[in-house]
């Protein structure tokens, strides 16, 4: 539940709005009002770097684009931010006019070049892809309508998927060698993942070529007995097409999903024997040739194990057993050492931190300590026996990069302390782009040295800055909240000419899912513009992370296993009860509002707290858990027929009797993850109990509600009415 397609990048995403403090030199009233139109069309938005590709040595390159049409991977060096040469470029393509993606084998002398992408899921593409050499600049195709075409470690052979089936284009035998031939749509897959691990497990690519090209590994999905989900999609003919695929609900059969490895000596595929197990999220070679580590998960996916599996003997041993009373997230920093040994993180401890151990499964030592979150591993330089890493040690709302010795010791802070800094280093780990943001300093992103020296600016996005002082806009006031006994984060955003003797309606937001956060110090999204527009209409807005949200350890985060929607939304009740009690807070106008997993969450604030709340918005919600997939439910829920109290006592449709207020209920029709279907039985079950609401149904848009001319715009505007009319204009000033 949770660009540029650039294989194999290094994506420095940045913050996509900004806010400023009120310290302009204007007068309040000489001010701009903020406008949906502006939100929108991308006036607030930073200027942001390229995607950038890390190569070997001290060097980047990026996807350039002139005004001509011409497209180009450039080669820049890291010391100086400077062009070095131009690797490729489309204007000496005779067979390949643009290109959208690129990517290199591991020496740098081939580039995969893709084009003519087709969008499957979130995060699935086919396209056009080429091999193309940059010492002779010949260009070959690999294949059209393929995905995820990957170079062996010997350069002379490409494997890549299609029509459900894996194939290797073998160029120094000018040979094609079709590894599979089962593949059938919505029955079996081959190297490429079903709907919910690429949702949940958030990769595409199955399969992974051995260090000496011998082996591929690849994993099957037997999808023949999971059941199938459709939409009828309108589009723009008389007929609607139907969109038909397996999605596995909480409580149904999953994909049946087995290791295979292809031997390429005797083209013979074997299927690997990794014991009970019920999902397969990652598979990884080590240093060792013959040895990849695959990593298993059991349903309740509290037990991880780690198997050692010998590509020679195609058999498997256990090198880790990993257990927890609730669950274990599955993340990619697992990283082999020259010996071996290996890199893990874990929350075995309460907190999530970086572990060493050898390639027996023997801990060597825990590097990270204390009562807080590491939330990123970035690499191990083996010269300098150090680790790069990102966490948030100087406060929960903050991120901080930092270096380690492999011992534990030497630990030092390379970024600013406060605010979001998150870092993309090099390939060979000497150097960094820092990217740095508060809610009062948009993106600058700065060249750092390994060791944290600060090297040059590359942007700052000052223009912006100085730019938004003509605007009406007010500083999210950032404090803690004690709510059920816990402190919880909160940021509040009021009226610029805010006077605490007069009385304002509230408006609070929030996502509150599992691991989340919404209180950060960062630079703002286009939500927060919006809130801030709504602010300068007359009301504050506040957004609090409850129980279940992320960064604050294990036992906070997990609290909600078994119940997701109670703890949740009992914090933002008693949040909204207390907050009530300030002076200048309209108890009898207080609204609530989120998307997805939030709108879950605002929809059960608004029944259950009927007493406190009276409007909320709802954006396609999950209704009730039993209709969302399995790997992400059962993970926080178990199954419905282990759990059927906790998916009942927390489903909103179960309270439709209690709804008082006014209630707006948002969704698309073409939404692949969070199914209409949850919309469709709130509104029956709200119809059943005669409540009368309101609700935009949107044909054919997927999850975010964003494709189309003025989507975001009509939707943004639909929900700008419907808190003017039923909180703004209803208090009393």
Not at 398 to 403: F, L, Q, T
Not at 501 to 527: E, T
Not at 572 to 594: M, P, V
Not at 633 to 654: C, H, K, L, V
Request: charged letters at 25%; aromatic letters at 12%; proline letters at 2%.
């Amino acid at each position: 539940m949770k660009n540029t397609i650039i294989l194999g990048t290094i994506l420095l995403m940045i913050g996509c709005t900004k806010s400023t403090s009120n310290t302009s030199t204007k007068a309040t009233s000489d001010k701009k009002e903020i406008t949906l139109e502006e939100i929108w069309d991308g006036t607030f938005s930073p200027e942001r770097m390229n995607a950038l590709n890390s190569m070997n040595g001290d060097f980047y390159s990026l996807l350039n684009n002139d005004k001509d049409g011409i497209t180009t991977v450039d080669k820049y060096s890291y010391a100086t931010l400077e062009k070095v040469e131009t690797i490729v470029s489309s204007a000496d393509l005779n067979d390949l006019t643009s290109f959208s993606s690129y990517s290199f084998n591991n020496d740098e002398t081939k580039i995969i070049l893709g084009t003519d992408f087709k969008k499957i899921f979130r995060h699935s593409y086919s396209g056009t892809f080429y091999a193309y050499d940059v010492a002779s600049k010949n260009l070959t195709l690999i294949g059209k309508d393929i995905q995820e075409p990957i170079f062996s470690p010997d350069n002379e052979k490409v494997a890549y998927a299609k029509d459900n089936n894996i194939f290797i284009k073998d160029f120094s035998k000018n040979a094609l060698i079709q590894v599979t031939k089962d593949g059938k749509k919505n029955h079996i897959i081959n190297g490429i993942t079903d709907w919910v691990y690429e949702e949940e497990f958030a990769f595409v690519r199955a399969f992974e070529w051995s260090n000496n090209s011998q082996y591929l590994a690849f994993l099957r999905f037997d999808e023949t007995d999971v059941p199938t989900f459709s939409m009828d999609l309108v589009g723009s003919e008389n007929y609607p097409d139907q969109l038909v695929f397996k999605y596995p609900k909480a409580g149904e059969k999953n994909a049946n999903v087995t290791l295979q490895m292809f031997t390429l000596s005797n083209r013979i595929t074997k299927k690997i024997a990794l014991g009970d197990y019920e999902y397969i999220p990652r598979i990884k070679w080590s240093n060792n040739d013959a040895i990849l580590v695959a990593t298993t998960l059991n349903r309740h996916q509290n037990e991880l194990k780690l198997h050692k599996v010998n590509a020679l003997r195609t058999s498997s041993t256990i090198l880790l057993n990993e257990t927890d009373k609730a669950y274990i997230d599955i993340t990619d920093n697992l990283t082999f050492l020259v010996d071996n040994s290996f890199i893990w993180t874990s929350e075995k401890d309460g907190f999530n931190h970086i572990y060493h151990y050898d390639f027996n499964g023997n801990l060597i030592n825990q590097i990270t300590k204390g009562n807080w979150e590491v939330t990123n591993y970035y690499g191990f330089n083996d010269t300098k026996k150090t680790i790069y890493y990102q966490s948030v040690e100087n406060g929960s709302i903050n991120r901080g990069v930092y270096s380690i010795d492999l011992d534990g010791e030497n630990k030092k802070l390379l970024s600013n302390k406060d605010g979001q800094n998150n870092a993309a280093f090099s390939t060979n780990l000497n150097f960094f782009i820092n990217t740095y943001s508060t809610s009062e300093i948009p993106p600058i992103y700065s060249l750092y040295t390994a060791e944290g020296e600060m090297l040059k600016v590359i942007k700052d996005n000052a223009e912006l800055k100085e730019d938004l002082t003509a605007y009406k806009m007010s500083p999210k006031e950032f404090s803690t909240i004690n709510i059920n006994g816990n402190d919880l984060n909160m940021w509040m955003i009021k009226p610029l000419d805010f006077d605490e003797n007069k009385q304002y309606p509230m408006f609070m937001f929030q996502y509150s899912g599992p691991g989340s956060q919404q209180v950060g110090n960062k630079w703002n999204a286009a939500n927060d513009y919006w809130h801030n527009m709504l602010a300068q209409k007359g009301m504050i807005v506040v957004c609090v992370d409850g129980r279940g949200t992320g960064l604050k350890g294990a036992a906070f985060k997990k609290v909600t296993q078994k119940e997701l929607g109670k703890f949740e939304v009992e914090d933002q009740i008693a949040a909204a009860k207390k907050l009530a009690e300030r002076s200048y807070i309209d108890k009898n106008n207080i609204g609530i509002w989120g998307w997805s997993y939030g709108g879950f969450m605002s929809t059960n604030c608004l029944l259950k707290g009927n007493d406190i709340f009276s409007t909320a918005i709802a954006v396609a919600p999950v209704t009730s858990w039993r209709f969302y997939d399995s790997v992400y439910t059962e993970r926080y829920m178990q199954t419905p027929q282990e759990n059927a109290s906790g998916y009942d006592d927390n489903s909103p449709i179960n309270y439709a009797d209690k709804l008082e207020g006014n209630y707006l209920l948002v969704h698309g029709t073409g939404d692949d993850n969070v199914h209409v279907q949850n919309s469709f039985r709130m509104t029956n079950a709200l119809i059943d109990a005669n409540k009368q609401f309101d609700q935009f149904i949107v044909p054919d848009r997927t999850h975010s509600i964003s494709r189309g001319k003025n989507m975001r715009l009509n939707l943004y505007t639909k929900m700008t009415n419907f808190v003017e009319e039923h909180l703004i204009n209803t208090t009393t000033k």
